[in-house]
């Protein structure tokens, strides 16, 4: 039942690899002024970059059906958070001025 899989050094050099570069053009696109982008393009380098360690250095990927569904139920309990947080926070002019 346990069985046990090794993932060679050559994909943890990648990945490495992969890690940095996208460390470097997250680095490199904060020079750059995209708007109301900056934000969008952080975050999905920064998805990135976790998804990579989560399936590669937390070894996700052999890991049971059971632990899979925890990070994803994990995923879709945050996303919810910060539609909320982000609904709330989008909705506030809304209100006006007469309650402040």
Do not use: P, Q
């Amino acid at each position: 039942m346990s069985e046990t899989h090794t993932i060679s050094m050559r994909a943890y050099v990648a990945v490495f690899c992969a890690l940095l570069v996208l460390t470097a053009v997250t680095v490199a696109v904060a020079f750059v002024d995209l708007g109301a982008l900056n934000d969008v393009v952080a975050m999905g380098i920064a998805s990135t970059k976790a998804t990579l360690v989560l399936i590669y250095f937390m070894h996700v990927r052999y890991s049971s059906t059971l632990t899979r569904l925890s990070i994803v139920s994990g995923i879709v309990f945050f996303a919810i958070l910060v539609f909320l947080t982000m609904s709330d926070f989008y909705t506030r002019e809304f209100l006006g001025a007469a309650l402040w």
